[in-house]
Every structure is written in C-alpha cells, then in structure tokens.
C-alpha cells in the first residue's frame, strides 16, 4: 500500500511557475507508476499526466504537453510535476495518484486506488 501527500501549490500569476510534489511512503513506491489528476470546481476529475516506474516513459494530457513535466526520484520516494506557462484553465486542486496495478502506466482514473489529498493551485490572470 502506498500513502501519498502532495505540496507545492499556490497563488501564480498567468504565465507564472509552480512545481508540486508528491512524497510518498512504502517500500515498494519504486515499483509503481504514478499519476498526477486535476478537478476544478464544477468538473470532473482529470487525467494530467503519468510516469513509469523508472521514469524512462510518461504520457500527458494534450491539454498540459508542452508546458507541464512529470519526473520521480526514487531515492527520496517522491514524483513531482513542473507546471510552466501556467494558464487560468489550469486552476483546480491536483492530485497525485498510484495504480491499482502498481507498473501499469495508465491515464485511466478508475485503474488508480491510492490517492492523496490534494494540493490547491489558482492561476490569475
């Protein structure tokens, strides 16, 4: 099982910078992929990117290509997400996420079970 926190969000301006963080706890965070979600007010929650488990592969919304970058260290048991060129659009509460299946790299949300509980990021623009 696999307990995650996220940190990192905030207040940016349009155009602005944020990176967040997720740390996460167990032995075995090595072996799995992880994801970042999103849910803004009103809406449902979406996918925003995923990683393997090495790194070495990872899948983005086509909405965040371009502007956003997920890389982990398995070192310190941390994913984190680069968001660049931040957007109103992009405000919503981001999540990460561990699959059920702990190396299937997926952009599915229901093949997630583990979740975090979320970090607020507001762009202004």
């Known amino acids: 099982q696999v307990q995650l926190v996220e940190s990192g969000g905030g207040l940016v301006q349009a155009g602005g910078s944020l990176r967040l963080s997720c740390a996460a706890s167990g032995r075995t965070f090595s072996m799995y992929a992880m994801g970042w979600f999103r849910q803004a007010p009103g809406k449902e929650r979406e996918f925003v990117a995923a990683?393997?488990?090495?790194?070495?592969?990872?899948y983005y919304a086509d909405s965040v290509k371009g502007r956003f970058t997920i890389s982990r260290d398995n070192a310190k048991n941390t994913v984190n997400l680069q968001m660049n060129s931040l957007k109103p659009e992009d405000t919503a509460v981001y999540y990460c996420?561990?699959?059920?299946?702990?190396?299937?790299?997926?952009?599915?949300?229901?093949?997630?079970?583990?979740w975090g509980q979320g970090t607020q990021v507001t762009v202004s623009s």
């Open positions: 996420a561990a699959p059920r299946s702990m190396k299937v790299l997926t952009t599915t949300l229901d093949e997630y079970d583990y």
């Open positions: 990683i393997n488990w090495s790194g070495g592969s990872t």
